[in-house]
């Protein structure tokens, strides 16, 4: 019997959640961000500053990234500070984690399946031949 596995895991009955995020996180530059932003937050104008974009540029992609749901901001007077969204982050983690555990899960299977099958399957021995060959 097989078991049905869900494609969202740990995302409830939302892909369109984790669709949002996959594609997020599918620009490095909207990555490096994240990875800025997992050691506290920062302002718009910290995170471009390493990034070989205009200012606007930056603010479009902090958008993705916030409707996505991995980041959040806060506008203080002129300034928007962005923290990242930890338990959103988590959650993207968790998938992996569920769909990795499943493949490895299969993968070790398969390898008991091949070592039994290799076990089973002793080459024939070559027969002897005379001395008249």
Not at 20 to 49: C, H, K, N, W
Not at 107 to 114: E, H, I, N, S
Request: hydrophobic residues 40%.
């Amino acid at each position: 019997m097989t078991r049905a596995v869900s494609i969202v895991g740990g995302m409830g009955d939302r892909p369109d959640v984790l669709d949002r995020a996959f594609q997020a996180l599918s620009d490095p530059s909207r990555r490096q961000m994240i990875y800025r932003l997992a050691r506290g937050p920062a302002s718009v104008t910290e995170l471009a500053r390493p990034l070989p974009m205009t200012l606007a540029a930056v603010v479009q992609h902090v958008q993705v990234l916030e409707a996505s749901g991995l980041v959040a901001s806060r506008k203080t007077g002129r300034v928007r500070e962005c923290s990242v969204n930890e338990s959103a982050l988590r959650s993207v983690e968790q998938w992996l984690t569920d769909r990795r555990t499943v493949w490895e899960g299969r993968l070790d299977r398969l390898g008991a399946v091949l070592d039994e099958q290799a076990q089973l399957d002793v080459p024939p021995s070559t027969p002897k031949r005379g001395p008249t060959g």
